[in-house]
């Protein structure tokens, strides 16, 4: 069984720092594309970070030069370093990843989503 399983979300107060890992897991041919999305209460699901399987990066303007993304593809992992975190923060993040299950088939999953909260 295919899927994605997040950790690493939870209570920290503004300024501090969390890491949260997606690991893929099952029979993969391939990843291409991986990424974390965010959802807070009453708003829709915004695009955090992306990166691709050559490492190219991009970001919303909102966490530009606080959070970095970044894979380990022997481990079929993605990170995402949060760092300066606010207020504005809190949200259930989600990891997304294009996984090929074999050579030109390619489907969209979902990790169950992990909460972070940023208060004080």
């Known amino acids: 069984q295919v899927q994605l399983v997040e950790s690493g979300g939870g209570l920290v107060q503004p300024g501090g720092s969390l890491r949260l890992s997606c690991a893929a897991s099952?029979?993969?041919?391939?990843?291409?594309?991986m990424g974390w999305y965010r959802q807070a209460p009453g708003k829709q699901r915004e695009l955090v970070a992306a990166?691709?399987?050559?490492?190219?990066?991009n970001y919303a303007d909102s966490v530009k030069g606080r959070f970095t993304i970044s894979r380990d593809n022997a481990k079929n992992t993605v990170y995402l370093q949060m760092n300066s975190l606010k207020p504005e923060d809190t949200a259930v993040y989600y990891c997304?990843?294009?996984?090929?299950?074999?050579?030109?088939?390619?489907?969209?999953?979902w990790g169950q989503g992990t909460q972070v909260t940023v208060s004080s």
């Open positions: 990166i691709t399987s050559g490492g190219s990066t």
């Open positions: 099952g029979s993969i041919f391939s990843i291409n594309a």
């Open positions: 997304n990843a294009e996984l090929e299950l074999a050579a030109g088939y390619e489907y969209d999953y």
